[in-house]
T-cell receptor, first 114, second 113 residues
Framework: DAGITQSPRHKVTETGTPVTLRCHQT?????MYWYRQDPGHGLRLIHY???????DKGEVSDGYSVSRSKTEDFLLTLESATSSQTSVYFC?????????????FGSGTRLTVV | KNQVEQSPQSLIILEGKNCTLQ??????????LRWYKQDTGRGPVSLTI???SENTKSNGRYTATLDADTKQSSLHITASQLSDSASYIC????????????WGAGTKLIIKP
């Protein structure tokens, strides 16, 4: 997806290990979001950022932390991975408050915790 | 509780046929409703965004309708193509929720040749 990349695309990790997912944008958008997508569920917001070092929790933030030290990078860390965190993680960006404008999504990171 | 329900869960149609996907929501106060297309292994891509005052919005062969009174929306796909095979997701935003979008679980559409 143009302007937004996620890494890695796939990862398998063991229970109890820390994991960091990276989202990088070249659009200079202010707002960045981390979502998870699970079968039978809609996307659920984990954390979001409204500027450098400005972040807040979403609806499923337990077990996750984020950091944004630069406009272009938004990191999602699973502090101690659990099997319930096996999911597909999507990063999204928007240039204005997300309610009124479209989001651009990355291609996702498929994380498996064994 | 704010919720978005979509039907059917999955749908199989032949190439060239039309189809309509449904979305019912209980989000209040309503701000806007979006339809996204998600190809397998990819992130969602926006098709339409509609506010309270908009009843119909088209994007090529995709036409979305909104009835804010009954809290229902539909996405109509005309003359389906194999590339339309994807999940279609309805998303509703509440007026008093700064960053929260309420996502439906999606309808998986398969177009067969």
């Amino acid at each position: 997806d143009a302007g937004i990349t996620q890494s890695p695309r796939h990862k398998v990790t063991e229970t109890g290990t820390p994991v960091t997912l990276r989202c990088h944008q070249t659009e200079n958008h202010r707002y960045m979001y981390w979502y998870r997508q699970d079968p039978g569920h809609g996307l659920r917001l984990i954390h979001y950022s409204y500027g450098v070092k400005d972040t807040d929790k979403g609806e499923v933030s337990d077990g996750y932390s984020v950091s944004r030290s630069k406009t272009e990078d938004f990191l999602l860390t699973l502090e101690s991975a659990t099997s319930s965190q096996t999911s597909v993680y999507f990063c999204a960006i928007s240039d204005h408050q997300g309610r009124y404008n479209g989001y651009t999504f990355g291609s996702g990171t498929r994380l498996t915790v064994v | 509780k704010n919720q978005v329900e979509q039907s059917p869960q999955s749908l199989i149609i032949l190439e060239g046929k039309n189809c309509t996907l449904q979305c019912n929501y209980t989000v209040s106060p309503f701000s806007n409703l979006r339809w996204y297309k998600q190809d397998t292994g990819r992130g969602p891509v926006s098709l339409t965004i509609m506010t309270f005052s908009e009843n119909t919005k088209s994007n090529g062969r995709y036409t979305a309708t909104l009835d804010a009174d009954t809290k229902q929306s539909s996405l109509h796909i005309t003359a389906s193509q194999l590339s339309d095979s994807a999940s279609y997701i309805c998303v509703v935003s509440a007026e008093d929720s700064n960053y929260q979008l309420i996502w439906g679980a999606g309808t998986k559409l398969i177009i067969k040749p």
